[in-house]
C-alpha cells in the first residue's frame, strides 16, 4: 500500500529564502509522486509530478522536486520565496485501481516579510 | 478549454439531511474522483468514476454514493448527514486510462452540517 508523510505541518521563510518542504513516501511499486499548492478557499492546483522520468522535476512558480529512491524523498524546493506563494502544500502518491491520490496532510507555508 | 466547475460552492444543511453535490469535468476528460477534505486534513479520496462506472473506492461509508453522466460530469450524492461529513468536497478530472497520471481539481463546495 502506498502512503505519504510530510514532515513538519507549518514551515516559516523570510521572503528571499530557501524553501524546502518534505514529503517521504512508501510504495510497494514504482510510484507517480505530486506537489499540489492548496490557496485559502480554493482547490489544489499541480506543482509538479514525477512520473518515472527525470528524477529533478521542475514545476511551475519556481518550484522544483527530487526523487531520491534510496531515501524515499520527494522533496519540494524553491531558492527564492515570494509572499505569493503562503499556501497549502500537498504531496501525493498515486496509489490502487484507478489512479487515486494519496495525500500526505500538507504543510502550510508561511512567508515574513 | 472550461477547466472543472463544482456546484453549490457552499451549502449549509442539517443532520440526517441528504445532499447533492455536482461536478463538470474538464473538457475531454472522461474520468472523474472525489475527494474529502475535512479541515486541517490532505483530502481522503471517495471514489472515482470511468465512463460512467465506478472504478475504485475509498473507506467511506455506503451513504457516500456517486453517478456519472454520458457527458462525463459527475454528482456526489450523501445520506443521512452527520456532524463528521462537514468538510471541503473536491472533484478533479483527468483522461483515463494506464498512464493517465494527472487529475485537475475544482474550487471545491464546502459543505457545513449543524
Known amino acids: 500500500a502506498q502512503s505519504v508523510t510530510q514532515l513538519g505541518s507549518h514551515v516559516s521563510v523570510s521572503e528571499g529564502a530557501l524553501v524546502l518542504l518534505r514529503c517521504n513516501y512508501s510504495?510497494?511499486?514504482?510510484?507517480?509522486l505530486f506537489w499540489y499548492v492548496q490557496y485559502p478557499n480554493q482547490g489544489l492546483q499541480l506543482l509538479l509530478k514525477?512520473?518515472?522520468?527525470?528524477?529533478l522535476v521542475k514545476g511551475i512558480n519556481g518550484f522544483e522536486a527530487e526523487f531520491k529512491k534510496s531515501e524515499t524523498s520527494f522533496h519540494l524546493t524553491k531558492p527564492s520565496a515570494h509572499m505569493s506563494d503562503a499556501a497549502e502544500y500537498f504531496c501525493?502518491?498515486?496509489?490502487?485501481?484507478?489512479?487515486?491520490?494519496?495525500f500526505g496532510q500538507g504543510t502550510e507555508l508561511s512567508v515574513k516579510p | 478549454e472550461t477547466g472543472v466547475t463544482q456546484s453549490p460552492t457552499h451549502l449549509i444543511k442539517t443532520r440526517g439531511q441528504q445532499v447533492t453535490l455536482r461536478c463538470s469535468s474538464q473538457?475531454?476528460?472522461?474520468?472523474v474522483s472525489w475527494y474529502q477534505q475535512a479541515l486541517g486534513q490532505g483530502p481522503q479520496f471517495i471514489f472515482q468514476?470511468?465512463?460512467?462506472?465506478?472504478?475504485g473506492r475509498g473507506n467511506f461509508p455506503p451513504r457516500f454514493s456517486g453517478l456519472q453522466f454520458p457527458n462525463y460530469s459527475s454528482e456526489l450524492n450523501v445520506n443521512a448527514l452527520e456532524l463528521d461529513d462537514s468538510a471541503l468536497y473536491l472533484c478533479?478530472?483527468?483522461?483515463?486510462?494506464?498512464?493517465?497520471?494527472?487529475?485537475?481539481f475544482g474550487p471545491g463546495t464546502r459543505l457545513t452540517v449543524t
Open positions: 510504495s510497494s511499486v514504482p510510484p507517480y
Open positions: 478533479a478530472s483527468s483522461l483515463g486510462g494506464r498512464d493517465q497520471y494527472e487529475q485537475y
Open positions: 473538457s475531454g476528460h472522461n474520468t
Open positions: 501525493a502518491v498515486r496509489g490502487g485501481q484507478g489512479g487515486k491520490l494519496i
Open positions: 468514476y470511468y465512463r460512467e462506472e465506478e472504478n
Open positions: 514525477y512520473t518515472s522520468a527525470a528524477t
